[in-house]
C-alpha cells in the first residue's frame, strides 16, 4: 500500500468516527428530550385525575343518595333538579343561538369572503372575542342584554352572553374543519357544474361533519360549566319550577326564557359564598355531577366523530 492510499484512507476513518459520534449524540439528546416530555404529560396526566378522582371521592356519596338527582333544593332532601334542569335547558338555548350562526360565518369565511384586510380583520375580532374573560362577558351581557334590551335576569339573557363566547370557538372548529377537506373534492364538485352552494352543502358540510359535530359538543361542555357570565345575566337564586304549568310566561313554567335560572356551576358558586349547615356537601355532590356531564360530553364528542367519520367518509 503506498502512501496516498494511506492518506486517502485515515480521513475516511475519521468521518466515520466522527459520524457514529455525532449519531450516538443526537440519540442521546432524543432520549433525553422524549423522557422530558413524557414526564410532563405523565404529571399532568396524574394531576387532572388526581383532580377528577379527589371529587369523585368527596362528593359521590352525597351524589348517590335518593333523590339528590329528582329533588329540589328547597326538598326535604335536598337536591338539585331544577338546578340540572336550568343547566341542560340553558344550554340548548345557547346552541340554537350560536350553532347556526356560527356554521354561517365559517362557511362565508371559507368559501364565499375574498381574502383582503376585511376578512383579515374579522379573524382578528373573533379571535380576540375567544380570548375575552367570561366574567367580562358577563359585565356586558348585565348592561346590555338586562338593562337596555330589557330582557331582565332572565335565561335569554345568560344565553346570549354565552352565544357570545361559544361563537368564536365554534366558527374557528367549523372553519378548520372546512379547510381540511381536500381542494380536490371542491374542484371535482364544481367542474361537474355544481354551484358554491351546492358543493358546499352536498361535498364539504358532509366531509366536514364529523370534525364539526365534534367541536360543538366539546364547546357544550365548556358552556355547560360556565359560572361568572351567568351570575351577572340568568342570576344566581335558586329556581321555584312547577313542570305543570302551561302558562309560558309564569315565572314558574320551566320553558319561560324570560325568567330566572340557576345552573349547577352558579349553584355550587351560590353555596360556597353564602354557605349554610350541610352545603359542603351538597357543593361536592353538585360538583361531581357538573364533572360527570362534561365529561360525558369529551366522551360523546369522540363517540360521534368517530361514527359519522365512519357512516360519511366510508372509513
Same mark, same amino acid.
Given at each position: 500500500m503506498d502512501n496516498r492510499t494511506a492518506t486517502a484512507q485515515a480521513p475516511a476513518a475519521?468521518?466515520?468516527?466522527? =459520524? @457514529?459520534?455525532? %449519531?450516538?449524540?443526537?440519540?442521546?439528546?432524543?432520549?433525553?428530550?422524549?423522557?422530558?416530555?413524557? /414526564?410532563? $404529560?405523565?404529571?399532568?396526566? +396524574? +394531576? =387532572? &385525575?388526581?383532580?377528577?378522582? *379527589?371529587?369523585? $371521592?368527596?362528593g359521590g356519596g352525597t351524589a348517590l343518595t335518593p333523590g339528590f338527582l329528582t329533588n329540589p333544593s @328547597? &326538598? #326535604? $332532601? @335536598?337536591?338539585?333538579? *331544577?338546578?340540572?334542569?336550568? !343547566?341542560? *335547558?340553558?344550554?340548548?338555548?345557547?346552541?340554537?343561538? !350560536?350553532?347556526?350562526? !356560527? =356554521?354561517?360565518?365559517a362557511i362565508f369565511l371559507v368559501e364565499y369572503a375574498p381574502d383582503n384586510w376585511v376578512t383579515s380583520a374579522a379573524s382578528t375580532a373573533i379571535e380576540t372575542l375567544s380570548s375575552l374573560p367570561s366574567i367580562v362577558v358577563g359585565m356586558f351581557g348585565s348592561l346590555f342584554f338586562v338593562v337596555v334590551m330589557g330582557w331582565g335576569i332572565s335565561i335569554i339573557s345568560g344565553a346570549v352572553a354565552l352565544t357570545m363566547f361559544n361563537i368564536p370557538i365554534l366558527v374557528r372548529t367549523?372553519?378548520? &374543519? +372546512? #379547510?381540511d377537506v381536500p381542494r380536490s373534492q371542491r374542484d371535482a364538485a364544481l367542474a361537474m357544474g355544481l354551484t358554491r352552494w351546492e358543493t358546499t352543502v352536498n361535498v364539504l358540510l358532509p366531509a366536514a361533519m364529523?370534525?364539526?359535530?365534534?367541536?360543538? %359538543?366539546?364547546? /357544550?361542555?365548556?358552556v355547560f360549566g360556565e359560572a361568572a357570565a351567568l351570575i351577572f345575566t340568568s342570576g344566581s337564586a335558586p329556581s321555584r319550577l312547577n313542570f305543570a304549568s302551561t302558562d309560558l310566561m309564569s315565572p314558574t313554567n320551566p320553558f319561560n326564557i324570560f325568567r330566572p335560572a340557576c345552573t349547577l356551576?352558579? *349553584?355550587?358558586w351560590r353555596l360556597t359564598s353564602e354557605p349554610t349547615?350541610? @352545603?359542603? #356537601?351538597?357543593?361536592?355532590?353538585?360538583?361531581t $355531577? +357538573?364533572?360527570?356531564c362534561v365529561l360525558l360530553f369529551n366522551v360523546l364528542a369522540r363517540v360521534l366523530g368517530k361514527f359519522l367519520a365512519r357512516r360519511l367518509t366510508a372509513e
Open positions: 475519521g468521518a466515520r468516527r466522527d =459520524l @457514529s459520534a455525532h %449519531v450516538k449524540r443526537i440519540g442521546r439528546q432524543d432520549k433525553i428530550a422524549t423522557g422530558i416530555l413524557t /414526564a410532563i $404529560v405523565a404529571f399532568v396526566l +396524574l +394531576l =387532572l &385525575a388526581g383532580i377528577i378522582l *379527589y371529587i369523585l $371521592v368527596r @328547597s &326538598a #326535604e $332532601v @335536598s337536591g338539585i333538579l *331544577y338546578q340540572l334542569f336550568d !343547566s341542560f *335547558y340553558m344550554l340548548i338555548i345557547t346552541l340554537l343561538i !350560536s350553532v347556526p350562526i !356560527s =356554521l354561517g360565518g367549523i372553519q378548520q &374543519a +372546512l #379547510e364529523p370534525a364539526i359535530v365534534t367541536g360543538i %359538543v366539546i364547546s /357544550a361542555g365548556r356551576a352558579v *349553584y355550587i349547615p350541610g @352545603s359542603a #356537601e351538597i357543593v361536592w355532590g353538585t360538583a $355531577v +357538573l364533572i360527570v
